[in-house]
């Protein structure tokens, strides 16, 4: 499985972003899947997730803000992140999970201007 992150980048403070993340196949039905965030000098976090059944999980910090999705067909998961804030402000990284087996993307760097 190999996971491809993009549409990051610089944004003011109550600004919106879409993060994509491909897959190099259908994984969706097989695999837990989302978004992690690491800041400078921070460990990496969980931001939100979407199980196989379509169950999502959001951090406190962004209910409300940012939305996860996907697309089976096109085998794309997102992150629509709107109302961005400073401390949103990392590398945002995607990972699918199925058993013992864990893939990352590469990452793609938000940052929000205050």
């Known amino acids: 499985v190999q996971l491809q992150a993009s549409g990051g980048g610089l944004v003011q403070t109550g600004g919106s972003l879409r993060l994509s993340c491909a897959a190099s196949?259908?994984?969706?039905?097989?695999?837990?899947t989302g978004w992690y965030r690491q800041g400078s000098g921070k460990q990496r976090e969980l931001v939100a997730s979407?199980?196989?059944?379509?169950?999502?999980y959001y951090t406190d910090s962004v209910k409300g803000r940012f939305t996860i999705s996907r697309d089976n067909a096109k085998n794309t998961m997102y992150m629509t992140m709107n109302s961005l804030k400073p401390e949103d402000t990392a590398v945002y990284y995607c990972?699918?999970?199925?058993?013992?087996?864990?893939?990352w993307g590469q990452g793609t760097q938000v940052t929000v201007s205050s």
């Open positions: 990972r699918a999970k199925r058993g013992a087996y864990t893939y």
């Open positions: 979407i199980g196989t059944g379509g169950e999502t």
């Open positions: 196949g259908s994984i969706f039905s097989t695999h837990a």
